[in-house]
């Protein structure tokens, strides 16, 4: 992967470069650092509109391996393109130096203008917003579908390794089915349908831009170039098949996909918060009705919820952030 878009945007190498066209007619054009465009050479053909993002976590270096590796493969005319793709590579100063984030968690940042604080991943964050605005009013126009899928790695292991996070959609709309049963095909083995806006990335995309967006954690988050034991395959192909034109063909969620809804939201509300779940148990671990999950300003946060399963646990966060999600198995009109 030497001199890679991914290499040469982390050595500040990027520039903004004009449109330029691939020998095989695909254009291409660097919209930001870490931002690159590619757009079919017949788009009036293409089956639909799609982001793949990464990084948005420095730490969670998978998925950007993943995306570079299928931005080297456009670039090379070894994957033929037939949709626009717009690949995003989110917290590029956070990936330089290995962790998830510099200041501020950038997955907290979106959908928060205009009274967000200032600071570098605030503005990126912002930067990225416009960029999927523009990215999708194109689609907009030209009625196709919109798509983005942003890559993740957790913290800890996962007793179901590859899931995604579905974002609460916009009023009006549904959770679609049909991009529950695509995500199958990828990997996928669980889907959260979240109860709650958020602030995250797919939210943003799946609020103002009308997209079909997730969050999809890929395994767990390690160092560049320790990456072997995240099989990635299945993703991968999936993506490949989706960018060059082939739209899986199953629409049906199959019976081992595990659907489950976001119960709640523990939000650390003060400095006096504290867990009582080990912070490093494995996502999707079962929680006893009557477990004590944490303690904060004197109130208790106990598991009322039958068949509840515990997510992202995580003590060591900002007051107002999230320490963890209850989810629980739901059999909704989705199956
Ligand atoms: O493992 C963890 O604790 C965090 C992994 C991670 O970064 N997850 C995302 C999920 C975003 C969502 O809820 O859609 C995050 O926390 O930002
Ligand atoms: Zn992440």
Known sequence: ????????????????????????????QVMDEGVIRFEPKNPGDRQLDMVLSCGIHGNE???????DR?????LEGQLKVRARVLCVFGNIEAMRQGVRCIDQDM??????????EDGD????????????MRFFSRSIQDSKPRLHYDLHTAI??????KFAIYPLPPQGRDFDPLQVARLASAGVDAVLLQSTTSTTFSFFSSQHCGAAAFTIELGRAMPFGQNGGVDLSKMQAYLEGLISGDLPDGDVV????????????????????????DAKMDNFTPLAPGTILAEDEGMQYVVHETDARVI??????????????????????LR
């Open 1 to 28: 992967m030497s001199n890679s878009f991914l290499e040469q945007t982390l050595a500040g190498k990027t520039c903004i470069a004009l449109p330029y066209c691939l020998p095989n007619g695909t254009h291409v």
């Open 61 to 67: 270096t998978a998925p950007v391996e993943l995306l």
């Open 70 to 74: 299928i931005v080297s493969q456009i």
């Open 107 to 116: 997955n907290r940042l979106f959908c928060r203008l205009p009274d967000v």
């Open 121 to 132: 991943e605030a503005r990126r964050a912002a930067m990225l917003e416009m960029q999927l």
């Open 156 to 161: 800890h292991g996962s007793l179901i390794e």
């Open 254 to 277: 199959p019976a081992h996909l595990g659907l489950y809804k976001v119960s709640r939201e523990i939000i650390k509300q003060s400095d006096a918060f504290v867990l009582h779940i």
């Open 312 to 333: 992202f646990p995580n003590p060591d966060i900002a007051v107002g952030q999230r320490a963890g999600l209850v989810i629980v198995p739901t059999e909704s009109y």
